[in-house]
């Protein structure tokens, strides 16, 4: 199965672009993409869980809901993050650079919490390898994803491969190929780190040229890897399944 594990509700663009879970599961449809992991940013931590709510319950075989954590002035939200894993079925929790600092004073908290609730952190980090990196030493039992191979659209090589060697080293590290270009960079991720830490997502709905098109690009982007059958398996689909226990369920094949 084709899990995408990269998916917005809301985007984090210029314009704050929503989709609703139709257009999400008409792609998918489209595709051939069996399930995808959903969350809205540019949002209060409150208001994506409601946005993440009402889409699994739209769709509740298909879609996985994550959490934004992002602080708030009026409250304090690392409860509404507890919650939404430990009583609302949320699987994992997203954290975005351009909204969120990476500092420990902030951001310590959310990830201490995943790794105690056994959740994944997806973050968006837009390069800073060093924060990364203090978060997989400070907190080695919590899963920590890194979106698109460390920042998004990256050109610099050299980046990407501090990326793919901090994943070396830490084995709590994970990496997500959604919008990447140097798409070489993946099959060098899958043989240096290994395919079951490396995870396939869309970062869409993208109108580029038009949904569809775009996730089916995505994922002609992994199949024109040539990476060994069992290899491109994982990254499509088995290791975020693995990640997110869904093979224990029943639903990760």
Request: aromatic content about 6%.
């Amino acid at each position: 199965m084709i899990i995408d594990a990269h998916v917005h509700l809301k985007h984090g663009d210029e314009m704050r672009t929503e989709y609703g879970p139709e257009t999400i599961l008409e792609v998918m449809d489209a595709v051939g993409i069996g399930k995808s992991v959903v969350f809205a940013m540019s949002t209060t931590t409150r208001r994506s869980i409601e946005m993440a709510r009402e889409a699994v319950e739209r769709f509740p075989d298909r879609l996985i809901p994550y959490v934004y954590a992002i602080p708030s002035y009026e409250r304090a939200v690392l409860d509404e993050i507890d919650e939404a894993i430990s009583n609302l079925g949320f699987r994992g929790i997203k954290i975005h650079v351009g909204e969120c600092t990476l500092a420990e004073y902030v951001v310590d908290p959310v990830i201490e919490l995943a790794g105690r609730k056994g959740v994944p952190c997806l973050i968006d980090c837009a390069g800073r390898y060093r924060d990364v990196e203090r978060m997989a030493s400070s907190f080695p039992e919590t899963r920590i994803i890194v979106a698109h191979l460390g920042m998004y659209l990256c050109r610099d090589g050299g980046l990407i491969d501090r990326f793919i060697r901090m994943a070396e080293v830490h084995e709590n590290i994970y990496l997500d190929i959604s919008g990447v270009v140097m798409v070489e960079k993946i099959k060098e991720a899958v043989d240096r780190v290994g395919a079951n830490r490396v995870i396939f997502g869309t970062d869409g709905p993208q109108e580029r040229p038009d949904v569809v098109s775009f996730a089916r690009s995505e994922i002609e982007k992994v199949k024109g890897l040539s990476l060994r059958r069992e290899d491109e398996e994982m990254v499509l689909g088995g290791t975020i399944s693995g990640l997110l226990g869904l093979e224990e369920e029943g639903g990760g094949r």
